[in-house]
Protein backbone atom coordinates (compact mmCIF):
# COMPACT_ATOMS: atom_id res chain seq x y z
CA UNK A 1 0.00 0.00 0.00
CA UNK A 2 2.99 2.45 -0.40
CA UNK A 3 1.42 6.11 -0.94
CA UNK A 4 3.84 7.23 -4.08
CA UNK A 5 5.40 4.45 -5.94
CA UNK A 6 8.31 3.86 -9.01
CA UNK A 7 9.35 1.64 -11.64
CA UNK A 8 11.56 0.97 -12.20
CA UNK A 9 13.86 1.19 -8.99
CA UNK A 10 17.06 0.85 -10.95
CA UNK A 11 17.72 1.71 -14.46
CA UNK A 12 21.18 0.84 -15.94
CA UNK A 13 21.01 1.86 -20.20
CA UNK A 14 23.28 2.72 -22.95
CA UNK A 15 23.88 6.36 -24.32
CA UNK A 16 21.46 7.41 -27.12
CA UNK A 17 18.81 4.79 -25.74
CA UNK A 18 15.24 5.83 -24.68
CA UNK A 19 13.72 4.97 -21.42
CA UNK A 20 10.41 5.50 -19.25
CA UNK A 21 9.61 6.05 -15.45
CA UNK A 22 6.61 5.31 -14.02
CA UNK A 23 4.82 6.52 -11.17
CA UNK A 24 1.81 6.29 -9.04
CA UNK A 25 -0.13 7.81 -6.24
CA UNK A 26 -2.84 6.04 -4.23
CA UNK A 27 -3.23 9.00 -2.34
CA UNK A 28 -5.95 10.46 -4.28
CA UNK A 29 -3.62 13.63 -4.61
CA UNK A 30 -4.25 15.99 -7.74
CA UNK A 31 -0.73 17.21 -7.82
CA UNK A 32 2.80 15.52 -9.02
CA UNK A 33 5.62 16.12 -9.73
CA UNK A 34 9.06 14.94 -11.19
CA UNK A 35 12.44 16.16 -9.37
CA UNK A 36 16.16 15.31 -10.15
CA UNK A 37 18.97 15.42 -7.65
CA UNK A 38 22.29 15.57 -9.63
CA UNK A 39 25.67 14.20 -7.89
CA UNK A 40 26.07 16.94 -5.90
CA UNK A 41 22.57 15.93 -4.26
CA UNK A 42 20.71 19.34 -5.65
CA UNK A 43 17.48 18.27 -5.27
CA UNK A 44 15.64 20.02 -8.25
CA UNK A 45 12.02 20.50 -9.47
CA UNK A 46 11.56 19.38 -13.32
CA UNK A 47 7.92 18.96 -13.82
CA UNK A 48 4.79 19.82 -12.40
CA UNK A 49 0.93 18.24 -13.12
CA UNK A 50 -2.21 19.05 -11.62
CA UNK A 51 -5.06 17.29 -13.11
CA UNK A 52 -3.17 16.19 -15.45
CA UNK A 53 -2.37 19.69 -16.66
CA UNK A 54 1.28 20.86 -16.87
CA UNK A 55 1.33 23.64 -14.10
CA UNK A 56 5.65 23.62 -13.74
CA UNK A 57 8.06 22.96 -16.42
CA UNK A 58 11.37 23.77 -15.54
CA UNK A 59 14.36 24.40 -17.86
CA UNK A 60 14.26 20.66 -19.06
CA UNK A 61 15.77 19.81 -22.02
CA UNK A 62 12.79 18.44 -24.39
CA UNK A 63 14.69 15.22 -24.72
CA UNK A 64 12.59 14.85 -21.44
CA UNK A 65 8.42 14.13 -21.83
CA UNK A 66 6.41 13.95 -19.03
CA UNK A 67 2.79 12.40 -19.59
CA UNK A 68 -0.27 12.36 -17.14
CA UNK A 69 -2.40 9.57 -18.49
CA UNK A 70 -4.97 10.17 -15.60
CA UNK A 71 -3.79 12.32 -12.14
CA UNK A 72 -2.88 9.52 -10.18
CA UNK A 73 -0.16 8.70 -12.91
CA UNK A 74 2.70 10.62 -14.26
CA UNK A 75 5.28 8.86 -16.38
CA UNK A 76 8.85 10.47 -17.62
CA UNK A 77 10.03 9.41 -20.62
CA UNK A 78 13.17 10.13 -21.73
CA UNK A 79 15.05 10.17 -25.30
CA UNK A 80 18.37 9.85 -26.38
CA UNK A 81 19.85 9.69 -23.14
CA UNK A 82 22.92 11.15 -22.12
CA UNK A 83 25.83 10.92 -19.50
CA UNK A 84 24.34 13.58 -18.00
CA UNK A 85 21.08 12.16 -17.13
CA UNK A 86 22.66 9.60 -14.97
CA UNK A 87 20.87 10.97 -11.53
CA UNK A 88 18.23 9.83 -9.45
CA UNK A 89 14.46 10.77 -9.93
CA UNK A 90 11.77 11.38 -7.79
CA UNK A 91 8.36 11.88 -8.13
CA UNK A 92 6.10 13.67 -5.72
CA UNK A 93 2.50 14.40 -4.94
CA UNK A 94 0.53 16.95 -3.10
CA UNK A 95 -3.17 17.26 -2.66
CA UNK A 96 -4.26 19.95 -4.28
CA UNK A 97 -3.46 22.78 -6.20
CA UNK A 98 0.16 22.48 -6.08
CA UNK A 99 0.29 25.73 -3.75
CA UNK A 100 3.72 26.88 -2.30
CA UNK A 101 2.17 25.75 1.34
CA UNK A 102 1.30 22.10 0.71
CA UNK A 103 2.68 19.21 1.68
CA UNK A 104 4.59 17.09 -1.08
CA UNK A 105 5.09 13.38 -0.73
CA UNK A 106 8.21 11.82 -2.51
CA UNK A 107 8.60 7.96 -4.02
CA UNK A 108 11.55 6.20 -3.40
CA UNK A 109 13.22 7.14 -6.18
CA UNK A 110 14.71 5.98 -9.74
CA UNK A 111 18.85 5.07 -9.58
CA UNK A 112 19.52 6.15 -13.21
CA UNK A 113 23.15 5.40 -14.72
CA UNK A 114 23.55 5.39 -18.42
CA UNK A 115 26.77 4.19 -19.87
CA UNK B 1 22.24 30.84 -8.30
CA UNK B 2 21.40 28.81 -5.04
CA UNK B 3 18.82 30.18 -3.28
CA UNK B 4 18.32 27.66 -0.17
CA UNK B 5 21.88 26.59 1.50
CA UNK B 6 22.83 24.20 4.06
CA UNK B 7 26.33 25.21 4.99
CA UNK B 8 27.36 21.74 6.81
CA UNK B 9 27.17 18.72 4.52
CA UNK B 10 27.82 16.77 7.85
CA UNK B 11 27.21 16.67 11.74
CA UNK B 12 27.74 13.84 14.41
CA UNK B 13 26.04 14.39 17.71
CA UNK B 14 26.07 12.32 20.47
CA UNK B 15 22.83 10.18 21.49
CA UNK B 16 20.71 12.77 24.25
CA UNK B 17 21.88 15.70 22.87
CA UNK B 18 20.84 18.16 20.76
CA UNK B 19 21.09 18.45 17.07
CA UNK B 20 20.71 21.55 15.21
CA UNK B 21 20.79 21.91 11.55
CA UNK B 22 20.90 24.90 9.97
CA UNK B 23 19.29 26.53 6.66
CA UNK B 24 20.15 29.83 4.87
CA UNK B 25 18.04 31.50 1.91
CA UNK B 26 18.63 34.18 -0.47
CA UNK B 27 14.61 35.25 -1.89
CA UNK B 28 12.72 37.33 0.61
CA UNK B 29 9.80 36.31 -1.23
CA UNK B 30 9.91 33.01 0.09
CA UNK B 31 7.22 32.23 2.78
CA UNK B 32 6.53 28.85 3.94
CA UNK B 33 9.27 26.72 4.91
CA UNK B 34 10.11 22.81 5.62
CA UNK B 35 11.95 20.22 6.35
CA UNK B 36 12.51 16.72 5.48
CA UNK B 37 14.35 13.52 6.40
CA UNK B 38 15.93 10.61 3.65
CA UNK B 39 16.94 7.39 4.72
CA UNK B 40 19.26 6.18 2.14
CA UNK B 41 17.90 4.44 -0.89
CA UNK B 42 14.39 6.12 0.13
CA UNK B 43 12.16 9.46 -1.22
CA UNK B 44 12.15 11.96 1.49
CA UNK B 45 9.91 12.47 4.18
CA UNK B 46 8.14 15.18 5.51
CA UNK B 47 9.12 16.35 9.14
CA UNK B 48 7.99 19.76 9.79
CA UNK B 49 6.98 23.00 8.70
CA UNK B 50 7.02 26.69 8.98
CA UNK B 51 5.15 30.05 7.51
CA UNK B 52 6.65 33.01 7.43
CA UNK B 53 4.10 34.32 10.44
CA UNK B 54 5.66 32.49 13.02
CA UNK B 55 9.13 32.15 14.38
CA UNK B 56 8.97 28.81 15.46
CA UNK B 57 7.00 25.51 15.07
CA UNK B 58 7.45 22.56 17.43
CA UNK B 59 6.36 18.97 17.12
CA UNK B 60 7.47 16.30 19.83
CA UNK B 61 11.53 16.35 19.77
CA UNK B 62 11.45 18.61 16.29
CA UNK B 63 11.31 22.34 16.29
CA UNK B 64 11.70 24.60 13.67
CA UNK B 65 12.95 28.50 14.27
CA UNK B 66 12.72 30.96 12.01
CA UNK B 67 14.76 34.12 11.74
CA UNK B 68 13.42 36.32 8.94
CA UNK B 69 15.46 39.33 9.16
CA UNK B 70 18.12 36.67 9.20
CA UNK B 71 17.45 34.82 6.44
CA UNK B 72 17.65 31.50 8.06
CA UNK B 73 15.82 28.93 9.84
CA UNK B 74 17.43 26.27 11.94
CA UNK B 75 16.10 22.49 12.51
CA UNK B 76 16.22 21.32 16.80
CA UNK B 77 16.30 17.92 17.15
CA UNK B 78 15.96 17.05 21.33
CA UNK B 79 17.07 15.00 22.43
CA UNK B 80 18.58 13.14 19.77
CA UNK B 81 18.28 9.49 18.60
CA UNK B 82 20.09 7.01 16.83
CA UNK B 83 17.12 6.10 14.23
CA UNK B 84 16.95 10.14 13.74
CA UNK B 85 20.70 9.63 11.64
CA UNK B 86 20.04 10.35 7.90
CA UNK B 87 19.96 13.39 5.80
CA UNK B 88 18.16 16.14 6.13
CA UNK B 89 16.78 18.85 3.35
CA UNK B 90 15.56 22.03 4.03
CA UNK B 91 13.02 23.76 1.17
CA UNK B 92 11.63 26.89 0.58
CA UNK B 93 8.61 28.02 -1.36
CA UNK B 94 6.76 31.44 -1.81
CA UNK B 95 3.11 31.85 -2.40
CA UNK B 96 1.96 32.09 -5.95
CA UNK B 97 4.62 29.50 -6.82
CA UNK B 98 3.65 25.94 -6.93
CA UNK B 99 7.12 24.26 -5.91
CA UNK B 100 10.11 23.75 -3.56
CA UNK B 101 13.70 24.78 -3.72
CA UNK B 102 15.69 22.40 -1.80
CA UNK B 103 19.45 22.93 -0.15
CA UNK B 104 21.99 20.52 -0.51
CA UNK B 105 21.22 18.52 2.72
CA UNK B 106 22.50 18.24 5.80
CA UNK B 107 23.77 14.32 6.69
CA UNK B 108 23.48 13.61 10.99
CA UNK B 109 24.72 11.04 12.45
CA UNK B 110 23.44 10.01 15.88
CA UNK B 111 26.37 8.27 17.80
CA UNK B 112 24.55 5.46 20.02
Known amino acids: DTAVSQTPKYLVTQMGNDKSIKCEQN?????MYWYKQDSKKFLKIMFS???????INETVPNRFSPKSPDKAHLNLHINSLELGDSAVYFC??????????????FGPGTRLLVL | DQQVKQNSPSLSVQEGRISILNCDYT??????FLWYKKYPAEGPTFLIS?????DKNEDGRFTVFLNKSAKHLSLHIVPSQPGDSAVYFC???????????FGTGTRLKVLA
Open chain 2, 91 to 101: AASASGTYKYI
Open chain 2, 27 to 32: NSMFDY
Open chain 1, 49 to 55: YNNKELI
Open chain 2, 50 to 54: ISSIK
Open chain 1, 92 to 105: ASSQNSGGAKETQY
Open chain 1, 27 to 31: LGHDT
